[in-house]
T-cell receptor
């Protein structure tokens, strides 16, 4: 069965610092992996996705993630944090023929001046 | 890009009443939609898969008689919470797959349900 583990429920960084949000997955088949961002009281917005093409995936707002099969990881990074990046971030894996998504527990990113 | 809407964005109802939440794909057709539930400061939990023209598929532990799903057209799925209780208070989010291979999900803005 597929699953996702996000390490660190809260991450705090200074504005301008590197952002690193960790995600490890478990899947019996080659996975499709996603990172979503959620602002308070809103739905989810897709940041980026991995679908077995390039292992380094670039997304919106300067985020990128690298698929590492040997480490079963798909960590999300951004070189320089901005105050507007403060939000909840979810890693997800796609399962099943209807592409259901299984989400990790989420990581709340705080950015301070 | 694909847009998914939900209505209402928030609703307050009394215990014992039923509430209907709509999920619409505005600029594309969706034979499948998904319903999620999110408790405060928690992740999204998949409740069910809504299938156009057929019965919904519910995840283990979700009461199908309590959470009625109807997918009557290619652009509309509805979730009805029947005989709502305070423990049903939550944020309900729908999504629909779109794009080549249908592996990308587009999410609605969510509906905040409060049962008093």
């Amino acid at each position: 069965a597929q699953s996702v583990t996000q390490l660190g429920s809260h991450v705090s960084v200074s504005e301008g610092a590197l952002v690193l949000l960790r995600c490890n997955y478990s899947s019996s088949v080659p996975p499709y992996l996603f990172w979503y961002v959620q602002y308070p009281n809103q739905g989810l917005q897709l940041l980026l996705k991995y679908t077995s093409a390039a292992t380094l995936v670039k997304g919106i707002n300067g985020f990128e993630a690298e698929f590492k099969k040997s480490e079963t990881s798909f960590h999300l990074t951004k070189p320089s944090a901005h105050m507007s990046d403060a939000a909840e971030y979810f890693c997800a894996v796609s399962v099943g023929g209807y592409n259901k998504l299984i989400f990790g527990a989420g990581t709340r990113l705080a950015v301070h001046p | 890009g694909a847009v998914v809407s939900q209505h209402p964005s928030w609703v307050i109802c009394k215990s014992g009443t039923s509430v209907k939440i709509e999920c619409r794909s505005l600029d594309f057709q969706a034979t499948t939609m998904f319903w999620y539930r999110q408790f405060p400061k928690q992740s999204l939990m998949l409740m069910a898969t809504s299938n156009e023209g057929s019965k919904a598929t519910y995840e283990q532990g979700v009461e199908k008689d309590k959470f009625l799903i109807n997918h009557a057209s290619l652009t509309l799925s509805t979730l009805t919470v029947t005989s709502a209780h305070p423990e049903d208070s939550s944020f309900y989010i729908c999504s629909a797959p779109f794009g080549a291979g249908d592996y990308e999900q587009y999410f609605g803005p969510g509906t905040r349900l409060t049962v008093t």
